[in-house]
């Protein structure tokens, strides 16, 4: 009787096993079987909103779907990260994550009501990039050293603009201020666009613009740049050095933009998102398209992505702590 009991159990188990595994399998197979949203947590028209489009009409032709990109602006990314992380784990809904919402808001918002490692899995990396510190031309400083010895012998009384506090472009400021023992007023504008106008039209002397809006601008010598945010110097600006080589060794800051989605997506629907973003930064055409813009495109490994994340959250938690950053 026991031995009949025990067979008729074994038998309910792998049924059981097989259905669940079975059901996962067919998901895989079937997914994707409607259009994906690709949520933006920035407005249209800025570079988040670019590289979403860019990648989503790639994945979506791989896919033989269409990926719909959904911007959800609003609280230094905060909105969108949050619809996103409460969207329905089936692999319909993926997220943009990068520098700000992603990297430096876990340090800056005391109470953040997601977190970026738990409530996400991480697909792939999308692109990176530099950012070019330039100046407005009536701006003494032709070099860092120069800002740097500028900055020290007038501290509090040079200003310097950002897209906003919190922003990747402010705090790439406040650690070369950290790093060379300087103290500079910040000036944050409600987004990149006004900043630069306000940087072009000499109100404001000191930005970190991305590279794609700066190479015009510095060939038309509207601005003048004094370094590159990376490790290696940019093709466009061969004479233009890295921060580190002018005179801070060891800075180095990329904005940088992932594809995740919201956790516990079924394994093989997260898989099979994973293979064809990773084959969409692999593609030629797709090197050629970032090229223009000074990107480099990603394809990390999930693995690779998360560790990357988790480095970066670090990072920034110990700069704002040590610079005493407070939200506004």
Not at 90 to 113: C, E, R, S
Not at 147 to 162: F, R, T
Not at 206 to 213: E, I
Not at 242 to 269: D, N, Q
Request: hydrophobic share 40%; with cysteine; glycine share 10%.
């Amino acid at each position: 009787m026991r031995a009949r009991h025990f067979a008729q159990a074994l038998a309910l188990a792998a049924g059981l096993t097989c259905g669940v595994m079975c059901g996962l399998a067919g998901a895989a197979d079937t997914f994707p079987s409607h259009p994906i949203r690709f949520v933006v947590p920035a407005p249209a028209g800025g570079a988040p909103d670019e590289i979403a489009r860019i990648v989503g009409q790639r994945l979506g032709d791989r896919l033989k779907t269409q990926v719909v990109v959904d911007n959800r602006g609003g609280g230094n990314g905060v909105i969108g990260s949050e619809i996103a992380k409460n969207a329905p784990p089936d692999g319909y809904t993926i997220v943009l994550g990068y520098a700000g919402p992603f990297g430096i808001n876990p340090g800056y918002y005391p109470n953040l009501t997601y977190d970026p490692v738990k409530d996400f899995a991480p697909i792939t990396m999308l692109a990176t990039s530099q950012n070019i510190l330039v100046v407005h031309p009536s701006f003494p400083a032709r070099s860092v050293k120069e800002m740097i010895a500028m900055a020290k012998a007038k501290p509090g009384q040079i200003n310097y603009a950002s897209g906003g506090t919190g922003q990747s472009s402010h705090l790439s400021m406040e650690l070369l201020m950290h790093m060379a023992g300087i103290k500079m007023v910040h000036i944050p504008y409600k987004g990149a666009g006004p900043a630069l106008a306000d940087t072009l039209g000499g109100q404001v002397p000191l930005h970190f613009v991305a590279v794609a809006p700066a190479i015009p601008l510095i060939a038309a010598k509207r601005l003048i740049p004094l370094g590159v945010t990376g490790s290696k110097r940019i093709p466009t600006l061969p004479n233009v050095p890295t921060i580190a080589e002018a005179g801070l060794p060891g800075y180095e800051v990329l904005t940088w933009y992932a594809m995740f989605a919201p956790a516990g997506v079924p394994r093989p629907v997260l898989t099979r998102l994973q293979e064809e973003t990773i084959a969409v930064m692999k593609s030629p055409e797709l090197a050629n398209v970032y090229r223009e813009r000074g990107l480099e495109p990603g394809g990390e490994s999930p693995d690779e992505l998360e560790k990357y994340l988790q480095s970066e959250i670090t990072r920034w938690k110990a700069l704002i702590k040590a610079a005493n950053i407070k939200t506004e």
